[in-house]
């Protein structure tokens, strides 16, 4: 049934040895170099306890594989240890603003001094079996998502070996250990706060750049959670991020009868407040404006910029937690609720 | 010389199935489960296209395969494909600001449409040599380094199979096709600036916080080149990113003597030009304030930010300069001078 042609009679591994002008050395270059064989090579590469060797036997195959230039494969070396210290993340699918950047970093660092990398896999335009299958390929010993899964990729992952696998976002996922913000919260601070400075009619900024509406859709429904029960209105507003979007919309403002506003994030609260103030709205008197995210840059302008702030996960907290999974993987999931939103008064509700 | 205990005869490949409650599938369970050989499993898999394989037996395989969760490794599929369409990144050492996050999302779309992946590897607090091994442990086909690299470090990845490696910064480095930024344009220009506006004692901004050295540095010293010669003096400002920092140097304002201050960026601007108002400076008629970088916010503040506008290469200029490498990788290494720093003068100098 099978039929090979005679060209493809060697192991298709080999073909690493035969391509480019220079060839990439590989672990039988390294033996033939240091005069011992491929297995003794791949003990001393990889601190192999369970096999001695002598100590110059070992000093001649690291000189073989400095002089030769040669890395053993990453995959190919966390078979021989049993797994990987790579932390898979998908990278983000729209670019991240600063409190994401800012946890990313503590979280890459926290992970190192645990003696984990963190991995981040450009997943952009993937089905999502197609990426889980992809990030399997790379053996992380764990994966963490920023945002949901499919129970179907949680099964894949584990099968190729990830040990632990964990979201961050507003629901579990079965098999996954879980790390809960649900952006609803955000909004019903906003809200909440509205509707007790008397305020009735509450637009909230939905942007119209793409990815953001895993974040956009809760808070609103968040916001009509504490302000319909209250006999407040609430109204979405499609705003783009640039001046003239924001200029058209403080344009239409006294018609559109709103006397608040929450406005996503403390940017869009920058831009819509700034046309506003342009437009003759006087901010907070006819209209309050609330953000989220508690930028410093909030606190510059004038009137300050009333926000919610949000906690995200520490870097050291979702360290830990991966490397207690990694530990013990057997273990039930953990579920951690973490979205404390506060809301953080200035001048401008 | 080497002994080898019993319990170590198996290949330490074979490892792999000995471990947790849950083995992981092998290319020998689907090669058992479908009735064929590993090769064929390998040869359908990978689709090689050099053997013939019926395509009953090519279903039976892939359906084995679905069946026990059977993922290929990514390193040893690229070693059979003669190399990966990884596209390997250091991740950022600091939190990322806008203009870079936004680059980074454009990067990864335009490499996406060309097949490649982009993966980021977290390699805080690893030496040079030890992370271009843990680099080149992935087999990526290029590498792109946002910042520089020592030339035996380009060794090391081109003898692991990088066909391409790529630096994004303000020198050549041996070996590798180079993306020229100079920051010290950057401070050239708003030096120049300055200079044109009569200010003759302009202070710059170094931010305190780490790993912004790389660029406040050479944009201390285009300040210092365009300044200088023209008989201005330059004072280097420490300066951390919070209000106390900003305050405490806005009180020593006066004493100083300074009528003019490039800020780093936008985001130091808007934050030292608040300190100087409330301090009771008025900008730009005492003190001008220059930032970089031309985000939307500096528009919005009054009196509106000059700033220093560059442009960050597009995505599809790098994802373009890797194809055409890769393609042909014995090729000379390509230099792109990138950098268009340009003044947009609003109404703070």
Sequence with gaps: MVQIPKQAGQPPIESEEAQGPRPVPTSADVARLAGVSRATVSYVLNNTSSVRISEPTRHRVRAAAE??????????????????????????????????????????WALRRLDYTVVQYGSVGMGGDEAARAWAELRPVAVFVPGTLEPGQVEVLKRAGAKAVVTLGSERVEGAHALLMDHREVGHCAGAHLVERGRRRIGVVVPEETGLQVFSEPRLAGVRAAAEPAGAQVVPLPLAYTEESAAELAARWRESGLDAVFAYNDEYAMLLMRALQDAGIAVPEETSVIGADDLLLGKLIRPRLSTVRLEMPSGQLLAELVDRVVRAPGAEPEVHDLLAASMVVRESS
Tied chains: 1, 2.
Excluded: D, I, K
């Excluded at 898979?88 to 670019?95: E, K």
């Excluded at 409190?99 to 890459?108: D, M, V």
């Design 67 to 108: 002089e030769l230039g040669y890395v053993p494969h990453a995959a190919a070396r966390s078979l021989r240890a049993g797994h990987s210290r790579m932390v898979l993340m998908p990278a983000s699918h729209v670019p991240v603003g600063p409190l994401f950047s800012h946890f990313q970093y503590e979280l890459q």
